[in-house]
């Protein structure tokens, strides 16, 4: 009717970790859904990724229960609810051990009994957890890590992850959902960038003898399916997220060269003895209360070779299927990477 206004409210999602590097193209693609997004961030991140003026930010402090109720009570009376939350906002490296619990499992748990106890309880609360969650395959039979799996995390990250996913798993009338990414590469990463640039300056290491199988999902298609998965009706499930294929260590190597157009002095290093170093490096940084970048924990990570994982539920529930393999996401974060002057 002439002069009458329509208004479409379109609904509400709240992103945890929105600065970061899975989070800053989570809010991109939540936008391109015409969802009203809330970038949930700290006072002191970075919003060098979050320029989009329909971003409404929410500065979130997970430290404390106590704040995240008073935030959460503050938006109803505003008449904002969220009707779905990503929770994404986590750590991958650490100085202390004790940091993985407390940032990804403490802090989870705070922001769900807000949640629950605040009365503000989502559509869906995804969380976003990790295939080191489970660790790797077993190396004689490389057989892929399955859903009914029994969990075996190498490493304090994973196992971090998975107390956090045990609890969210025991609620009752919670409608949760778990996404566990393998390795995840795109632009603004910094840790493949690493790989990436030992590449670029002609060093091709390996550790042991033996191959590494590995898996990968290219941010872009990791965030259209953590949205499909967002906005579905399924819940109380959990899924690995790759792009569906396996790569030998080689193969990647051998892609990154490709797009680089680089010659490579190939080497490598007998897994004891990159363990041996790791344990007197963190045995040293301990005395001074740190942790060095190559520790066991990720000698752990580096010396398994089956990172392989079962996919068919996901592209089956989601009809997913990546539009990035290796070969064609490699291309295009070298392409950022150059563009930005990283690389
Ligand atoms: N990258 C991967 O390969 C991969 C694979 C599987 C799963 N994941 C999971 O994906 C999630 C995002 O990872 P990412 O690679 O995007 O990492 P990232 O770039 O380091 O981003 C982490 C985000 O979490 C926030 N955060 C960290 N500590 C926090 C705290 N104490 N309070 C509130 N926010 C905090 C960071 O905020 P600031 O900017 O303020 O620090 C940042 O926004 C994590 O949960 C991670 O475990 C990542």
């Not at 193209?25 to 936008?31: C, K, P, Q, T």
């Not at 967002?230 to 260590?249: C, H, L, N, P, W």
């Not at 299927?321 to 070969?327: H, I, Q, T």
């Amino acid at each position: 009717m002439l002069g009458e206004t329509f208004c479409l409210i379109m609904p509400n999602i709240l992103i945890t970790g929105s600065s970061g590097f899975i989070g800053s193209f989570l809010v991109e693609e939540a936008l391109k859904r015409d969802l009203t997004v809330f970038a949930g961030v700290r006072k002191s991140s970075s919003r060098s990724y979050l320029q989009d003026p329909r971003i409404r930010f929410a500065v979130l402090d997970i430290t404390d229960k106590g704040r995240i109720m008073d935030f959460l009570l503050d938006q109803k009376q505003k008449g904002i609810t969220f009707d779905y939350i990503i929770h994404n906002a986590g750590i991958t490296k650490a100085k202390k051990t004790d940091d993985f619990y407390r940032v990804n499992y403490s802090f989870t748990r705070n922001l769900v009994e807000a949640l629950i106890e605040s009365g503000s309880i989502p559509l869906k609360f995804v969380y976003i957890s990790s295939l080191a969650a489970f660790g790797p395959g077993d190396p004689v039979s490389m057989k892929p890590v399955m859903l009914g799996d029994t969990p075996k995390p190498v490493d304090e990250y994973g196992k971090s992850k998975l107390e956090t996913e045990k609890y969210i798993t025991s609620l009752r009338e919670f409608p949760w959902l778990i996404i566990r990414p393998s390795g995840v590469y795109g632009p603004r990463e910094k840790d493949y960038f690493v790989y990436f640039q030992t590449i670029k300056r002609g060093m091709e290491p390996y550790i042991g003898y033996k191959p590494q199988i590995l898996t990968f999902i290219y941010v872009r298609d990791l965030v259209r399916l953590i949205l499909d998965a967002a906005v579905s009706g399924i819940r109380e499930r959990s899924y690995f997220v790759t792009d569906g294929k396996q790569y030998d260590s080689r193969e990647f190597a051998a892609i990154t060269k490709k797009h680089l157009n680089k010659k490579t002095l190939s080497f490598t290093l007998p897994a004891g003895l990159v363990g041996g170093i790791a344990l007197l490096l963190e045995k040293t940084f301990s005395l001074a209360g740190s942790m060095p970048t190559l520790n066991t924990d990720k000698f752990n990570i580096m010396k398994s070779t089956n990172w392989t994982c079962q996919v068919d539920v996901l592209q089956n529930d989601f009809s997913f299927k990546a539009e990035y393999d290796l070969d064609r996401g490699v291309k295009e974060v070298l392409e950022w990477y150059k563009n930005e002057g990283w690389l």
